[in-house]
């Protein structure tokens, strides 16, 4: 399910070579298809269309400009969590009836910022979220909508720290509090109360999880009276990384459509990763080849835990593989970054082909929470975006310099 391939032993983005764009622009860079995200959006839409979903793209896994402007143009909507993203999902155009924010954390001012938005609704995370709402909302003289997100208490089968649907977990509202948010409405007279929300985790590679999960919403719906116009039921469904597999659009609508189909709610979704994951790369080029005493390899690259944490945070696979595939004798490496840390690394044991210096290796399904979650560690600038359509290679952010490292700080002139 996506546009890297190989040809000749050379590896493609879509029709163009990855080398030739190594060769152009410095290394560590990321490297996203359009026609694959596009795809990907294009299969989830499908696959749903008889319930006429809207979908809203989760920001919080690729927040690049380029990339919501092109699904925004192609129908999405857009899932936020903070006042930066709304910024920017307002940046790209993206219609504000088209735009759900969900965060356990939603600020005052960035609160007002929505209402005076007009966004579709808050997807609202607790009792004091949502007095803050209804009091910022009545000095405003608006009503915005808001759905309540539920916790189902659903495990998930995915790491711990993306785990979002169970009761120790921080997100969302015991059906005992909904309930009485439901039977009280009146006390939050300053929001029209719309729709329910549940969002169980990311990288679920399972029907199963959501399925519980929304027949315990719809349970709960049923069983006291609730009617409303919405259910969301966020993202969260999970990609192929290596031996991991997942399941495609169509297996996961078909076991969620017989749920939803006919009760009087329109569905919304969120994926982020379904749709960007597997259509993006990181590339780096091979500092040096380390050869322990001992017959250890480590393949020193220049990109780290600061360009790519989901390996040293969830200890996340991603496959790892030469540009060009020119050598047949292979060896065990570890791929490790420059930073100091002994947890900076993008994989262990892995058995590739001879590496030599100055080549080139591609990150695998790096397009969601790759660059989201790069940072400046050990003060280094982080790499820039490139996006390959219709044959040809943009920039769709630059990479950063040092000067863009203290851009924003100040020396105090006692100091200097």
């Given at each position: 399910?996506?546009?890297?391939?190989?040809?000749?032993?050379?590896?493609y983005?879509?029709?163009?070579?990855?080398?030739?764009i190594?060769d152009?622009?410095?290394?560590?860079?990321?490297?996203y298809?359009?026609?694959?995200?596009?795809?990907?959006f294009?299969?989830?839409k499908?696959?749903?269309?008889?319930?006429d979903?809207?979908i809203?793209?989760?920001?919080?896994s690729?927040?690049?400009?380029?990339?919501a402007?092109a699904?925004?143009?192609?129908?999405?909507g857009?899932d936020?969590?903070?006042?930066?993203?709304?910024?920017k999902?307002?940046?790209?155009?993206?219609?504000?009836?088209?735009?759900?924010?969900?965060s356990?954390?939603?600020?005052?001012?960035?609160?007002?910022?929505a209402?005076?938005s007009?966004?579709l609704?808050f997807?609202?995370?607790?009792?004091?979220?949502?007095?803050?709402?209804d009091?910022?909302?009545?000095?405003?003289?608006?009503?915005?909508?808001?759905?309540?997100?539920?916790?189902?208490?659903?495990?998930?089968?995915?790491?711990?720290?993306?785990?979002?649907g169970?009761?120790e977990?921080?997100?969302?509202?015991?059906?005992?509090?909904?309930?009485?948010?439901?039977?009280?409405?009146?006390k939050?007279s300053n929001?029209?109360?719309?729709?329910?929300?549940?969002?169980?985790?990311?990288?679920?590679?399972?029907?199963e999880?959501?399925?519980?999960?929304?027949?315990k919403?719809?349970?709960?719906?049923?069983?006291?009276?609730?009617?409303?116009?919405?259910?969301?039921?966020?993202?969260?469904?999970?990609?192929t990384?290596?031996?991991?597999?997942?399941?495609t659009?169509?297996?996961?609508?078909?076991?969620?459509?017989?749920?939803v189909?006919?009760k009087?709610?329109?569905?919304?979704?969120?994926?982020?990763?379904?749709?960007?994951?597997?259509?993006g790369?990181?590339?780096?080029?091979?500092l040096?080849?380390?050869?322990?005493?001992?017959?250890?390899?480590?393949?020193?690259v220049?990109a780290?835990?600061?360009d790519?944490?989901r390996?040293?945070l969830?200890?996340?696979?991603?496959?790892?593989?030469?540009?060009?595939?020119?050598?047949s004798?292979t060896?065990?490496?570890?791929?490790?970054?420059?930073?100091c840390?002994?947890?900076?690394?993008?994989g262990k044991?892995?058995?590739?082909?001879e590496?030599v210096?100055?080549?080139?290796l591609?990150?695998m399904s790096?397009?969601?929470?790759?660059?989201?979650?790069?940072?400046?560690?050990?003060?280094?600038?982080?790499?820039?975006?490139?996006?390959?359509?219709?044959?040809?290679?943009?920039?769709?952010?630059?990479?950063?310099?040092?000067?863009?490292?203290?851009s924003?700080?100040?020396?105090?002139?006692?100091?200097?």
């Open positions: 399910m996506n546009d890297f391939t190989y040809k000749d032993n050379a590896l983005c879509e029709n163009v070579p990855v080398k030739a190594a152009k622009f410095p290394t560590p860079f990321y490297l298809s359009y026609a694959t995200f596009m795809d990907h294009r299969k989830i499908k696959a749903f269309e008889a319930v979903p809207l809203c793209f989760s920001m919080k690729n927040s690049n400009l380029s990339i402007r699904l925004v143009r192609e129908g999405a857009l936020i969590v903070s006042g930066g993203e709304l910024f999902a307002l940046k790209v155009g993206c219609p504000a009836d088209r735009i759900v924010y969900a356990v954390g939603k600020t005052e001012a960035e609160i007002e910022s209402i005076r007009n966004i609704f997807n609202v995370e607790s009792v004091p979220e949502l007095i803050m709402i009091t910022v909302s009545r000095r405003l003289k608006e009503k915005p909508r808001v759905a309540l997100r539920v916790n189902p208490d659903v495990s998930a089968d995915t790491h711990e720290y993306i785990t979002t169970k009761k977990n921080k997100f969302g509202i015991d059906f005992t509090t909904a309930e009485d948010i439901f039977d009280n409405e009146n939050y929001v029209s109360l719309e729709g329910i929300h549940v969002h169980i985790g990311s990288q679920i590679t399972d029907t999880p959501f399925v519980k999960a929304i027949s919403v719809i349970e709960f719906l049923e069983k006291s009276a609730v009617s409303v116009k919405w259910l969301n039921i966020g993202g969260g469904f999970g990609i990384y290596g031996q991991e597999k997942a399941k659009a169509e297996e996961f609508a078909s076991r969620i459509i017989p749920l189909k006919g009087g709610f329109r569905l919304i979704l969120e994926p982020g990763r379904f749709i960007i994951g597997n259509a790369i990181l590339v780096a080029k091979v040096y080849i380390k050869t322990t005493s001992g017959g250890k390899r480590f393949a020193i220049n780290g835990m600061n790519l944490i390996p040293s969830y200890d996340a696979y991603h496959e790892i593989t030469p540009v060009v595939k020119l050598r004798e060896h065990m490496y570890d791929i490790v970054g420059p930073i840390e002994s947890g900076d690394f993008l044991n892995r058995e590739l082909p590496l210096e100055d080549e080139y591609a990150v790096t397009g969601a929470y790759g660059f989201a979650m790069a940072s400046n560690y050990n003060s280094r600038p982080r790499p820039a975006e490139l996006l390959v359509k219709n044959g040809r290679v943009r920039v769709i952010r630059r990479a950063e310099t040092y000067k863009d490292l203290i924003c700080e100040k020396m105090l002139k006692e100091l200097k």
